[in-house]
């Protein structure tokens, strides 16, 4: 199972706290600019995440959210 990290990038002011305690090493500091001028965090490897929203709870600027990636079996429409 797979979850999306939805980060508002212009939030986000890349302080690394949801890098820093996420068990999987799912997220990383990018390496583009956002609109404030702050480096944002974003998802490195959706398959690795476990789910536990240690990223959600360790934001200060409530930037982080996390949601199920559905996913589709063959021969489902």
Do not use: W
């Not at 980060?7 to 820093?20: E, F, P």
Request: aromatic share 6%; hydrophobic share 35%.
């Amino acid at each position: 199972m797979e979850y999306l990290h939805t980060i508002d990038r212009d939030r986000c002011k890349g302080c690394g706290l949801c890098v820093a305690v996420c068990p999987k090493n799912v997220l990383e500091i990018s390496g583009k600019v956002n609109t404030k001028g702050y480096f944002p965090a974003y998802q490195a490897r959706a398959e690795d995440c476990i789910f536990c929203a240690m990223c959600c709870t360790m934001c200060p600027d409530v930037a982080i959210t996390i949601s199920e990636i559905e996913q589709q079996t063959a021969g489902q429409k």
